[in-house]
């Protein structure tokens, strides 16, 4: 009975951080779909009514905002106005969430 309750023990240490972060990808392409898919491709680097999202980690912006580093996808996903004032991509509520807006560039970081 104790070898079995240490056994679970043990496999709950070891698969509760994977679900973690299942849950975090799950949030950032859940949000993606929801939010950004209207505008832009993930897939490809096709522009829709923005510019695709594909490989966009760490390239240079399109839209002339410098490398698209992580610190800068945070700016960025913030608040756009605050880097382009004349930007057509609008600020979003969810962005304001600090754990939102890491699993959505989490999930760009994949693309
Ligand atoms: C209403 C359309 C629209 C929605 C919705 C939208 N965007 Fe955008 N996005 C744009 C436009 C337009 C640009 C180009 C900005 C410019 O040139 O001023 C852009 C630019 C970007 C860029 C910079 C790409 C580059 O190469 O310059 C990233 C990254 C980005 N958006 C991510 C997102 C994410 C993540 C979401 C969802 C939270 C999102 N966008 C939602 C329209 C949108």
């Excluded at 410098?66 to 700016?75: D, N, P, Q, V, Y």
């Amino acid at each position: 009975m104790i070898r079995i309750s240490l056994l679970a023990l043990i496999m709950t240490a070891f698969t509760m951080p994977l679900y973690a972060q299942d849950a975090a990808s799950e949030l950032g392409q859940k949000t993606f779909k929801k939010r950004c898919a209207v505008c832009h491709n993930p897939l490809t680097a096709q522009r829709k009514i923005g510019p695709g999202l594909q490989g966009v980690f760490g390239r240079e912006a399109e839209s002339g905002i410098g490398k698209l580093t992580e610190a800068r996808l945070h700016e960025w996903l913030l608040n756009p106005k605050a880097l382009k004032l004349n930007t057509r991509m609008p600020k979003y509520g969810p962005m304001q969430d600090a754990e939102t807006r890491q699993a959505v560039i989490d999930y760009l970081k994949t693309l």
